[in-house]
């Protein structure tokens, strides 16, 4: 009987793939929750107070013709984003109801969603960390190879992906530099600086420790970065979706659920 054309190896550990969808879950309704709270006051500034005649971004409604239409301002420059921002669905909301939790216009539902699970993102992240670095996820698998520190190899990875060519066969199992230093800057970087800015903007821990806001130039520049994060936030979600689908769906959903990676034999 001839072997068979793959193999399940196992790729993810039980702590990874369950912090994983956790983390997915409170990343999805913190972003959706922080619009709400956004719109509340859909306007970024830099330093400590907002200059309200300044804003560095803004969302708003203007008249043109009878008829609203949503304004973006950034810097500036002004864009028409009309039924996305500013204006859509016949009234003034920064960020459309599709896109906030919850839908209709609550600042006081909206910070207890995105408190809540503030909590149990902080904790899943602990878990995560602490898992990591007891099984030895973090060290085996998110640091890099001496071969992968080597500039050549990647500008290599780097036209690989620009062509969308992804290793193969057990090379699969390992995950390339590019990788690994995207979830290094996302893990250790952006989101405990989500967390920080977050606590920057707190009354409470303004009054308890000062000098938080102050390390980010102020209370509303701590809203602004936070706002940034959680913007490359979506767009490494995005990234990471797209290779995915990219790289083979069903192959990487399955060693996220199950923990079992196929490999086709004879593949280099």
Known sequence: MPPPASMLVRRHGLVTRVTHW???????????????IFNAHPALYWGDVSTFADPWVSLFAAERGGQGVGVTKVGSAYFETTG????????????????????????????????AFAWLFVLNGLVYVGGGLIGGHIRRDLLLARDQAAARHLLREIADHARLRFPKGPAALRYNALQKLAYLAVIFGLLPLMVLTGLSM????????????????????????????????????????AMVLVAGPVNGLRAMIT??????????
């Open 202 to 241: 707190s009354p409470g821990m303004n009054a308890g420790l000062p000098w938080l806001p102050e390390l980010f130039g102020g209370r509303q520049s701590a809203r602004t970065i936070h706002f940034i994060c959680a913007g490359l936030i979506v767009l490494f979600v995005l990234v990471h979706v």
């Open 259 to 268: 923990g079992r990676f196929a490999v086709r034999r004879g593949e280099p």
């Open 84 to 115: 996305v921002l500013g204006f859509s669905d016949g009234e003034v909301r920064g960020f459309p109801a599709w896109a906030t939790l919850p839908s209709y216009r609550s600042l006081a539902d909206g910070r207890r969603w995105h408190f």
């Open 22 to 36: 956790v983390n997915l879950a409170a990343v999805v309704v913190l972003l959706l929750s922080g619009l709400q």
